[in-house]
């Protein structure tokens, strides 16, 4: 079939990632890429190709008006994919879509190509051990997993307006408060420092920040030091459930290497690591190893970065 | 109240073999229930212990799926529903059809718990997609709630944002894993859980009118995992500035 390629997220930065993939794609299924927006068309969006500006919809969402808007407008204009970045609401907006629409949905796709009859994705499964290309017919929904394509840089074409109607919606938002942030972005970080159950005390995180620093890198975490103790912010979690990195260098301090903390690194350029258990996991998806205690490799490794030239 | 949770038997990924050729061998590969899965079911047994009703497992599966199954209901859920499909098919659509079709035959559920994602796949579509298909409410990613008989209160762990919401019942609801802590069923629980009842059904019968959109599973190969592997060694110091210098070596800080 042919048609458009349609592409979403509610974030402005994955937005325009997604976009890239669907000016990549739109040729196979002869048709052009279309950024979806809802209520206006974004200034930090970027993307080639028409502007397709969904009127009715609440801007800012929930996933469950964007997902009914957007059927509404795919119902009437017949695109042959729709990409939606695969974040914590893009999933629903997909997922939704899918069954609205009564058509495949391929989730978390990193690269993704079709032959005008089918599209396939790749994507990592089983905690990123395998990757695995999966086809599905179309017209499909894709969801797209950030951080895999660049931001595309193409400029607006014609904007069109759709009256999408507003939607009724059954969930009532009460509240929202944003997480503590720093000026955390790991995804277009160099180098990262990451700490793991190694460090024994919230106290301890300056020292390997100042090592970060000193590297002229971020700092990141494993899960438990987001999610179950709350010393750093969530954005600061590498993993299948957080964040996935691929930086020049990725040093691990004091983090085991459970499966789904190395999905979220794996494809890092250089992996290094310091743990006290020569045993550890980390060390096989490492790079270089120091087995130590962290609380003298990080002074060690700070003096050695000084003592230069 | 009546309460469904999802669980899922999820490929064991520590467990996983290849061929000499790279391909997993997905086929006879140990299974476990999903790590997240436990935290569904934690938190249904917790809403069961605050208002009372019955707690459901639900499962689609191969065989083995009874495995996980066992330990929703050794954890503490009332009775379990087995769909027999063929596993690991990777496609969220037909999961979500099957386990919309086996909730609508099996009770009248007031909240469906799931987790946010599967630790094996980890796409996070099939819970909004059960939601869709059942017409109920949903909210996806709370690590905190709070349910009455009308309405459930959660907060939503977003990536920038904690959100609290509101929502009519029915509904889905997904949970992230630091929403609780799951418990541990003792032996006897273990031995109490083969008596609970489990109900089967087929996939075949319960989506009779043309099943779900295909996905076709093509390549699927080891990522490749090329590391260099080199210890360094010496005092603390010595293997510091070995890391240091090696660093530099590969270009990778500018330091």
Known sequence: MTGDVWSFSENAAVASEVALAAEGLAPAVQGGPVVVEVGRARDGVRGGGERLVLQGCPQDGPAEALAECISRAAKSLGPAIILVGATREGREVAARLAVKLDVGCLPEASRISSDGKTVSAERSVYAGRVSATLTSPLPCVVTVRPGSFAKSTGATGTVRNYDAGTPEVRVRRLGSSRRETGSVDLKSAKVIVSAGRGVKRKEDLPMLEGLASEMKGALGCSRPLSSDLGWLSEEHHIGLTGVVVKPDLYLAVGISGQLQHIAGMKDSKVVAAVNTDRDAPIFQASDYGIVGDLYQVVPALRKALSARH | ?255
Do not use: W
């Open chain 2, 1 to 255: 109240m009546n309460v469904a949770v999802c669980v899922k038997h999820a490929v064991d990924e520590g467990e996983l073999r290849f061929d000499p050729a790279g391909r997993p061998l997905i086929e006879g590969a140990a299974g476990k229930m999903g790590a997240f899965d436990k935290n569904a079911v934690e938190a249904a047994l917790r809403v069961r212990s605050e208002v009372g009703g019955e707690v459901v497992g639900v499962t689609v599966g191969g065989a083995d799926a009874r495995k996980s199954l066992k330990e929703a209901l050794a954890m503490g859920a009332d009775r379990g529903v087995h769909v027999l499909d063929e596993p690991h098919l990777l496609n969220p659509s037909r999961t979500s059809a099957l386990l919309a079709a086996s909730l609508r035959e099996a009770g009248q559920f007031d909240l469906v718990l799931c987790a946010e994602g599967s630790s094996d796949t980890y796409s996070g579509l099939v819970p909004p997609m059960v939601a869709e298909r059942l017409g109920y409410a949903y909210v996806g990613y709370a690590r905190k709630l709070g349910v009455t008989a009308s309405e459930v209160r959660a907060e939503r762990s977003l990536e920038e944002s904690i959100e609290s919401v509101a929502s009519p019942l029915p509904a889905v609801i997904s949970v992230v894993s630091e929403a609780n802590e799951p418990r541990y069923p003792t032996l006897i629980q273990i031995m109490q859980a083969s008596k609970k009842p489990v109900a089967e059904v087929r996939a075949q019968d319960l989506l009779s009118a043309g099943g779900t959109h295909s996905v076709t599973i093509g390549s699927m190969f080891a990522h490749s995992t090329d590391r260099k592997r080199i210890f360094l060694e010496g005092t603390t110091d010595e293997a510091a500035a070995k890391l240091v210098d090696a660093l530099r070596k590969e270009g990778v800080i500018s330091v």
